[in-house]
């Protein structure tokens, strides 16, 4: 006997049919002698819905009240799994995140999980109850409601398992795994059987949508054995652990991120502390830059571009702005039409030549390169928004993923 956590998406639980197959996963789990604890999201579009429900109200609510807001969606879908649950004839109950102890810090909409105290849900499992907790919320010691950022379950999800040392966690959603690149964009992707909490926490954060990148380096620290699987198709989905075997496998998937933007700062002077003055700005002002390229413009000038997540734009061009007579700098220019494409694997680090056959494949699909940036075990390119299709199925098919 194990204790096994269950994480169900959004899609997972969107009606009443599939609220009633979750329920019946979560039973036979715990028919095999397991205890189970079970987080889920809010139902179908939910969180979305209540977006666009609090602009009619009001543009601009406090992030306070929008935490109020959202967690609700989550408290719906715990309490429609646990009567389902109750249907089928099993002990189970419900708790909401700050029941089940989430406490987080305050920063409202993007909160982190400061610690669970977890005896309420301990108590619930020594009763052999199933519970069912509400992902993606918590309190802050203030005791006010807040929310983990979009996909916070799989977080959720992960520190519970984290915590009480579960033996397994299972994030089910509606793929049947990881792929090598998201297969309703490229045909030729392939599943994989295992993926390494670093490759997995690379594309997470590169814009592979399937897991929450916070859930996955909250499993890397904690060496929660995760897997990836589907809720509607029983069939082995993909584990993300330590280790897995690279063998001649040089890189493990592709993914593309369209939530960019390129800033380049032009014709500023060709002398030192330039770089300086523009970065530790933007990083007082908290805006994360990504890819950063300068290069030599004429008349002893330069120019210094660097990619911003979109929606972080307006504040690094008013921080820009503001120092741009003391850098001299001759223009500012915003590109939104941007796509950041990456591939990502462990086995690159050793291998030289990997960049060099992703740019001939971007050559020969016709796609112009703006910006480069290389790690170990990736690379990303910053692309025209219009050539994101193409360029992925492109680099994805000048590898082999078997
Ligand atoms: N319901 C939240 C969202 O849509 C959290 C989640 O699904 O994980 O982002
Ligand atoms: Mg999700």
């Not at 789990?29 to 889920?40: E, H, L, P």
């Not at 939910?46 to 602009?55: E, N, V």
């Not at 967690?71 to 109750?86: D, K, N, P, R, V």
């Not at 025209?384 to 680099?395: G, Q, R, S």
Request: some cysteine; charged content about 25%; hydrophobic content about 40%.
């Amino acid at each position: 006997m194990g204790l096994i956590v269950q994480k169900f998406g959004g899609s997972s639980v969107a009606n009443t049919e599939r609220i009633f197959n979750v329920a019946h996963i979560v039973t036979e789990t715990y028919q095999r002698g397991n205890n189970v604890v079970v987080v889920v999201s809010a139902q179908g579009d939910t969180t979305d819905d209540l977006i666009d429900k609090a602009a009619e109200i009001n543009k601009s609510p406090s992030k306070r009240e929008m935490d109020v807001l959202l967690s609700t969606g989550e408290q719906i879908s715990i309490a429609l799994l646990a009567m389902a649950i109750e249907k089928l004839g099993f002990p189970v109950v419900s708790l909401t995140g700050w029941q089940a102890g989430f406490l987080t810090d305050s920063n409202h909409g993007n909160s982190r999980i400061r610690s669970i105290n977890s005896e309420r849900l301990q108590k619930e499992l020594d009763k052999r109850n199933i519970v069912i907790v509400a992902g993606f919320q918590g309190l802050n010691r203030y005791d006010d409601i807040t929310t983990l950022g979009r996909g916070g379950s799989d977080t959720s999800a992960v520190a519970i398992a984290a915590e009480l040392k579960a033996d397994l966690c299972q994030i089910y959603t509606d793929v049947d795994g990881i792929y090598s690149a998201d297969p309703r964009l490229v045909k030729t992707a392939q599943k994989m059987d295992e993926i390494s909490y670093d490759e997995m926490l690379e594309l997470a954060t590169l814009g592979a949508q399937v897991l929450h990148n916070r859930s996955v380096e909250m499993a890397k620290k904690y060496n929660v054995n995760l897997e990836v699987l589907s809720s509607l198709e029983r069939k082995p989905g993909t584990k993300v652990k330590e280790v897995v075997n690279v063998e001649k496998l040089l890189v493990r998937g592709v993914a593309k991120d369209r939530d960019v933007a390129r800033i380049a700062v032009i014709g500023v002077p060709d002398q030192p502390g330039i770089a300086f003055k523009i970065f530790s700005l933007l990083a007082q002002r908290k805006v994360n830059v990504d890819i950063i390229l300068q290069s030599i413009g004429r008349n002893n000038t330069k120019d210094i571009s660097f990619t911003v997540a979109k929606g972080q734009e307006e504040q690094a061009l008013t921080a820009i702005n503001e120092i741009k007579d003391s850098i001299k700098a001759q223009e500012i220019v915003v590109d939104e039409h941007v796509c950041k494409v990456s591939i990502v694997g462990a086995g690159m680090q050793s291998n030289p030549g990997v960049a060099a056959k992703m740019f001939e494949a971007l050559f020969e699909a016709g796609v112009n390169i703006q910006m480069i940036s290389t790690s170990e075990i990736k690379i990303s390119v910053l692309i025209h928004e219009d050539d994101d299709i193409k360029a992925l199925n492109a680099v994805h098919d000048a590898f082999t993923f078997n």
